[in-house]
């Protein structure tokens, strides 16, 4: 594991002392949202002060709008349109494509000005479109203090990555090997960002979740379904009724999407949720988790230790994250409808298999990411008249 230490031709900057640390976030779902809220609640937890803007308000004309709205279109509605983006845009490997820094940068001005009005010591992108643009500032000499990469994608797909940015922390060994071959910033893998609520052991929210679950379906263990934030889930019906013969009860995670709420609300054996304030209680209670996109939901999972099968994956980063998950040993693929049933048996309560899983992904959480992005800033300076 190396250090948080600055990269070759980097000045050393002095440790010690409270940070003032602007982290840049995307609303694309919850995920990205989910952990700068959580970066920023333990900076001031540590004494520092912490900030978190959304790059997509940085755009000029409406442009993160619109950008949002296709993009939730495309998952929900059109995955092989996202597809055929991913594979244009963002799929890693040789070979020129199209970059993502002429639309970054048109945030550019607007970013600066964040930061010297909140007089930031270290920017934090997590989303892959602020580490374009930071990146793109830090080189051509914009940007006058270090950008940390948090990269909290299993997959590292190449507009998370540009060589201007000084660090990237990543979720694991692998990623943060491929960052070290396609850039020359320092890297260090710290694991997911999480709540802490999700760390601790069931209590009397899970006892009443689980109660509740019994009198629905004795006997039946639930087994949560998640589609993200935005609902996106393929074949909801068809992998509930799969569930549900197989002995188990199906939790369908709808997120905000009021329609495919609706939809799966009567549907036979199962049972639908919105969107889900106590999580980590609904984790305590649940047999299993079934997860379509390696995201936020699934690292809460395994902090929770509730084990994960990834199943009908989205297209793009989220097929690559859950089979990078699972090929990390954190979690089970299932690639056909056959293999879900079988995956689910073996993670029995008490069972080797359940045991060596949950065991496996609790390593993966290294290393506080934020003690590490603090250590990268130097001491704070007294900000001038008219800051805030």
Same mark, same amino acid.
């Given at each position: 594991?190396?250090?948080?230490?600055?990269?070759?031709?980097?000045?050393?900057?002095?440790?010690?002392?409270?940070?003032?640390?602007?982290?840049?976030?995307?609303?694309?779902?919850?995920?990205?949202?989910?952990?700068?809220?959580?970066?920023?609640?333990?900076?001031?937890?540590?004494?520092?002060?912490?900030?978190?803007?959304?790059?997509?308000?940085?755009?000029?004309?409406?442009?993160?709008?619109?950008?949002?709205?296709?993009?939730?279109?495309?998952?929900?509605?059109?995955?092989?349109?996202?597809?055929?983006?991913?594979?244009?845009?963002?799929?890693?490997?040789?070979?020129?494509?199209?970059?993502?820094?002429?639309?970054?940068?048109?945030?550019?001005?607007?970013?600066?000005?964040?930061?010297?009005?909140?007089?930031?010591?270290?920017?934090?992108?997590?989303?892959?479109?602020?580490?374009?643009?930071?990146?793109?500032?830090?080189?051509?000499?914009?940007?006058?203090?270090?950008?940390?990469?948090?990269?909290?994608?299993?997959?590292?797909?190449?507009?998370?990555?540009?060589?201007?940015?000084?660090?990237?922390?990543?979720?694991?060994?692998?990623?943060?090997?491929?960052?070290?071959?396609?850039?020359?910033?320092?890297?260090?893998?710290?694991?997911?960002?999480?709540?802490?609520?999700?760390?601790?052991?069931?209590?009397?929210?899970?006892?009443?979740?689980?109660?509740?679950?019994?009198?629905?379906?004795?006997?039946?263990?639930?087994?949560?379904?998640?589609?993200?934030?935005?609902?996106?889930?393929?074949?909801?019906?068809?992998?509930?009724?799969?569930?549900?013969?197989?002995?188990?009860?199906?939790?369908?995670?709808?997120?905000?999407?009021?329609?495919?709420?609706?939809?799966?609300?009567?549907?036979?054996?199962?049972?639908?949720?919105?969107?889900?304030?106590?999580?980590?209680?609904?984790?305590?209670?649940?047999?299993?988790?079934?997860?379509?996109?390696?995201?936020?939901?699934?690292?809460?999972?395994?902090?929770? !230790?509730?084990?994960?099968?990834?199943?009908?994956?989205?297209?793009?980063?989220?097929?690559?994250?859950?089979?990078?998950?699972?090929?990390?040993?954190?979690?089970?693929?299932?690639?056909?409808?056959?293999?879900?049933?079988?995956?689910?048996?073996?993670?029995?309560?008490?069972?080797?298999?359940?045991?060596?899983?949950?065991?496996?992904?609790?390593?993966?959480?290294?290393?506080?990411?934020?003690?590490?992005?603090?250590?990268?800033?130097?001491? !704070?300076?007294?900000?001038?008249?008219?800051?805030?």
């Amino acid at each position: 594991m190396r250090d948080c230490s600055p990269g070759p031709g980097r000045p050393a900057l002095p440790r010690g002392g409270p940070r003032r640390i602007l982290v840049v976030s995307a609303g694309m779902g919850a995920g990205h949202d989910t952990v700068a809220g959580e970066l920023a609640r333990r900076a001031r937890v540590q004494g520092h002060e912490a900030r978190v803007v959304d790059v997509l308000q940085l755009l000029p004309r409406g442009l993160g709008a619109a950008l949002r709205q296709c993009y939730q279109a495309s998952v929900r509605h059109a995955p092989w349109a996202y597809a055929g983006l991913y594979r244009t845009f963002m799929r890693p490997g040789p070979g020129a494509r199209p970059s993502g820094v002429p639309l970054a940068r048109l945030a550019g001005d607007r970013l600066r000005e964040r930061v010297d009005r909140f007089g930031a010591d270290v920017v934090v992108p997590v989303f892959h479109l602020a580490a374009q643009l930071t990146g793109h500032l830090r080189g051509r000499g914009g940007l006058d203090v270090p950008s940390a990469v948090f990269l909290l994608d299993f997959a590292v797909h190449r507009h998370w990555l540009h060589p201007g940015n000084d660090h990237y922390l990543c979720l694991t060994d692998e990623a943060a090997r491929e960052v070290r071959r396609a850039v020359e910033s320092r890297v260090r893998t710290t694991g997911p960002v999480v709540a802490p609520g999700f760390f601790a052991p069931p209590g009397a929210p899970s006892a009443r979740r689980r109660e509740w679950f019994d009198r629905r379906a004795p006997g039946r263990p639930p087994v949560l379904v998640s589609a993200g934030a935005w609902g996106a889930l393929s074949h909801a019906a068809g992998t509930a009724r799969l569930l549900a013969s197989a002995g188990f009860l199906p939790v369908l995670l709808c997120g905000r999407n009021e329609r495919l709420l609706g939809r799966l609300a009567g549907l036979p054996g199962a049972v639908a949720l919105g969107w889900v304030a106590d999580m980590p209680a609904l984790m305590g209670a649940s047999y299993a988790l079934v997860d379509n996109a390696a995201g936020q939901t699934a690292v809460q999972a395994l902090a929770a !230790r509730l084990p994960v099968v990834g199943y009908r994956p989205l297209p793009g980063h989220g097929a690559e994250g859950v089979r990078r998950m699972a090929a990390a040993g954190l979690s089970e693929f299932a690639a056909r409808a056959a293999d879900l049933p079988a995956a689910l048996d073996r993670l029995r309560p008490s069972g080797p298999e359940r045991r060596r899983r949950t065991a496996r992904a609790r390593e993966l959480f290294r290393a506080d990411a934020l003690a590490c992005v603090a250590d990268l800033a130097g001491p !704070r300076v007294q900000a001038p008249p008219g800051r805030s």
